[in-house]
């Protein structure tokens, strides 16, 4: 590409764009805790969600799949998990249901297949039934 070609795409670059950039290019350069941390307000206030989305989907992307699951899951709130669910306040179904809320992907998954696996084998069946009757809905 040349010089004028470079120069000539510049010029369409809106301007939120590039404060996102030279902000992102503060940051590479800094690498400090407290620089990345001030990207966030930058790239809320400059970019708009789709074009947040596809950046974070990018960077994800760029990384091995399992720091790219640990960093989205960090990101997320997941990384610390909801613990074990509490005795029930009102009932073991809405304690149940609030859990799930807040727990990670892989704690429901565990818990599920635990309790699954400690169900009298009628009830295993009954489940079943529901959630493929479920499925079929």
Known sequence: MTGTAKASMA???????????????YCLTLDTRDSWWGLVPVLTARLTEPQRVSLAFMALKSCDPENAELTASAALGWGAGAGAPLPPFLSYTDEAAWWADIAAPAEIEAYCLATYNRMRPDRQSAFLDYVQGRMAA
């Open 11 to 25: 010029k369409y670059i809106k301007p939120e764009v590039k404060s996102a950039a030279r902000m992102l290019g």
